[in-house]
C-alpha cells in the first residue's frame, strides 16, 4: 500500500478541541474547520467575517496541530505569528488541540 492511502486510513474522523478561558471541549469533524465546528455545537466563539481577514477568531495554539486554509499573515501580525496565534475561522485540526481565546494586549499591536 502506498504512503498516501494509509496516511488517508490512519486520519480520525475527528478530533477534540479545548478551548481554555472559559474551558470547552468539542468534538470538530475532519471536514471543518475550528470555528464551524464550535458554531455547529452552540458555543460562543468570538467571529465576524468568517473568511480570514477581520481576524475577531484569533486565538492561540498552546497544543495540537492545524492545517491553514490561507495563509494567517494577511491579518495577523509578525508578533502574533510568533506568539502561537492562528485564525479559527481557517484552521482545519491534524490532530487534538488546545486553544486560548484570551487575547493579550501585545497581540494587536502591528
Not at 31 to 50: E, G, K, M, S, V
Not at 71 to 97: E, H, N, P, W
Amino acid at each position: 500500500m502506498t504512503g498516501w492511502i494509509k496516511d488517508i486510513l490512519k486520519r480520525k474522523e475527528s478530533y477534540t478541541a479545548l478551548i481554555q478561558h472559559p474551558q470547552k471541549k468539542f468534538n470538530v469533524p475532519r471536514n471543518r474547520t475550528l470555528l464551524q465546528a464550535a458554531l455547529d455545537q452552540n458555543i460562543a466563539f468570538p467571529h465576524q467575517c468568517t473568511v480570514g481577514t477581520c481576524g475577531t477568531c484569533r486565538c492561540r495554539l498552546i497544543e495540537g496541530k492545524i492545517k491553514p486554509i490561507l495563509d494567517f499573515s494577511y491579518t495577523l501580525t509578525r508578533k502574533q505569528l510568533a506568539a502561537g496565534y492562528i485564525l479559527a475561522c481557517q484552521s482545519m485540526l491534524k490532530s487534538d488541540v488546545v486553544v486560548d481565546l484570551r487575547k493579550r494586549e501585545e497581540s494587536t499591536e502591528q
